[in-house]
């Protein structure tokens, strides 16, 4: 049975930082690339970052660019995502996806079929 499960979210100050980790099982994750993908309220999904099946490539939304950074630990079958110098726009409901293949982030609208496997998302909300 596939499984991604987002952790590490909460609520942090605006300037603030914090960890995002997926936990992964039921598939070969050092095959996969990963992502980090957010929805916000009222606001369709957004591509934030992605990483390729080794760890050796990342991408970033402009948004985010400089800000977050992308990991992965393929012994652990983990990936995180450490966010640093947040926004009041940062908050959303993290989701890490998984593809074999590159995906289109820019697919306008982004959709989870998109993606082969999905997780059920961890909240971040950056509030004084």
């Known amino acids: 049975q596939v499984q991604l499960v987002e952790s590490g979210g909460g609520l942090v100050q605006p300037g603030g930082s914090l960890r995002l980790s997926c936990a992964a099982s039921?598939?070969?994750?050092?095959?996969?690339?990963m992502y980090w993908v957010r929805q916000a309220p009222g606001k369709g999904l957004e591509w934030v970052s992605a990483?390729?099946?080794?760890?050796?490539?990342?991408y970033y939304a402009d948004s985010v660019k400089g800000r977050f950074t992308i990991s992965r630990d393929n012994a652990k079958n983990t990936l995180y995502l450490q966010m640093n110098i947040v926004e009041p726009e940062d908050t959303a409901l993290y989701y890490c996806?998984?593809?074999?293949?590159?995906?289109?982030?820019?697919?306008?609208?982004?959709?989870?079929?998109?993606?082969?496997?999905w997780g059920q998302g961890t909240q971040v909300t950056v509030s004084s």
């Open positions: 996806a998984a593809s074999p293949l590159p995906v289109q982030v820019t697919t306008k609208p982004m959709t989870k079929s998109l993606f082969d496997y």
């Open positions: 039921g598939f070969t994750f050092s095959s996969y690339w």
């Open positions: 990483i390729n099946s080794y760890g050796m490539s990342t």
